[in-house]
T-cell receptor, first 113, second 111 residues
């Protein structure tokens, strides 16, 4: 099973600041997905990146897939309290079946008003 | 549009009691279905997946089992719960290549 390491594990910043969280692996992934999860709820898919070097923007969120397809980053501009949550990256598990995903442990993000 | 339901939302059970968690999907046919467990500090762990009625694959050996009696129904069961079975259980279905959509989850506390 391929491993995904996310950093930082916890991040607490003030509203209006910018931040970047990372998802790294020693393995190559055909794609990576980013999810946001709020307490007591299931993860919600934010984006899927599939091409090395790809950059996708979702309002104030910018996602980048590394050229070698081993890492990804999520940058948030002018963070707002509504961005608070657990951010998970995931990728297809080459050792599993039926489109199973491997997940990182996530970054717990708190945006203080 | 597709929706996924899970129940119950919260469950408190004594050690040694049985378990049955249900997941149903609407708006799609023959989906791949998945059960994950999310424990504090351990991320999401894939427990079972199913590509069709009666077809179950287990990713991690444990005292849990899964069944798929109908196309859009996926059930997670146990005959005797352990303390270590506590966690947040998530059902998911595949919405496209390498993309999964999750249900609202069931929080299980075993005492």
């Amino acid at each position: 099973t391929q491993l995904l390491e996310q950093s930082p594990q916890f991040l607490s910043i003030q509203e209006g600041e910018n931040l970047t969280v990372y998802c790294n692996s020693s393995s190559v992934f055909s794609s990576l997905q980013w999810y946001r999860q709020e307490p007591g709820e299931g993860p919600v898919l934010l984006v899927t990146v599939v091409t090395g070097g790809e950059v996708k923007k979702l309002k104030r969120l910018t996602f980048q897939f590394g050229d070698a397809r081993k890492d990804s980053s999520l940058h948030i501009t002018a963070a707002q309290p509504g961005d608070t949550g657990l951010y998970l990256c995931a990728g297809p598990d080459s050792g599993g079946g039926a489109d199973g995903l491997t997940f990182g442990k996530g970054t717990h993000l708190i945006i203080q008003p | 549009s597709q929706t996924i339901h899970q129940w119950p939302a919260t469950l408190v059970q004594p050690v040694g009691s049985p378990l049955s968690l249900e997941c149903t999907v609407e708006g799609t046919s023959n989906p791949n279905l998945y059960w994950y467990r999310q424990a504090a500090g351990r991320g999401l762990q894939l427990l079972f997946y199913s590509v069709g009625i009666g077809q179950i694959s287990s990713e991690v050996p444990q005292n849990l089992s899964a069944s798929r009696p109908q196309d859009r129904q996926f059930i997670l069961s146990s005959k005797k719960l352990l303390l270590s079975d506590s966690g947040f259980y998530l059902c998911a279905w595949t919405g496209g290549p390498e993309t999964q959509y999750f249900g609202p989850g069931t929080r299980l506390l075993v005492l």
